[in-house]
């Protein structure tokens, strides 16, 4: 089991910057990839970044790449999801997502809003 509690978000312009957090706890959070989606309003929920917390592997989807960056802080069970040059475009819901890499089974947080204005 593994519970996500997010925190971040809220209104910026265009051009502006964002940070969210996610603080994970439960066991064999090694075995976890961490993730970043978003779902705008009548759309489907999209990926945005991936992470793992045992390597540099990082994933981004292209409409974030350069502009988005996911890190972590393994000493506070932490995923941060850093948010540049912000667009209209990017106003939704974030989700963070731990999948797990051997059972496929996910947990998400509870969402973050995000919006941007033009």
């Known amino acids: 089991q593994v519970q996500l509690v997010e925190s971040g978000g809220g209104l910026v312009q265009t051009g502006g910057s964002l940070r969210l957090s996610c603080a994970a706890t439960?066991?064999?959070?090694?075995?976890?990839?961490m993730g970043w989606f978003r779902q705008a309003p009548g759309k489907e929920r999209e990926f945005v970044a991936a992470?793992?917390?045992?390597?540099?592997?990082?994933n981004y989807a292209d409409s974030v790449k350069g502009r988005f960056t996911i890190s972590r802080d393994n000493a506070k069970n932490t995923v941060y999801l850093q948010m540049n040059s912000l667009k209209p475009e990017d106003t939704a819901v974030y989700y963070c997502?731990?999948?797990?890499?051997?059972?496929?089974?996910?947990?998400w947080g509870q969402g973050s809003q995000v919006t941007v204005s033009s």
């Open positions: 997502n731990a999948e797990n890499r051997y059972t496929t089974t996910q947990y």
């Open positions: 439960g066991r064999t959070l090694s075995n976890y990839l």
């Open positions: 992470s793992t917390w045992i390597n540099d592997y990082t």
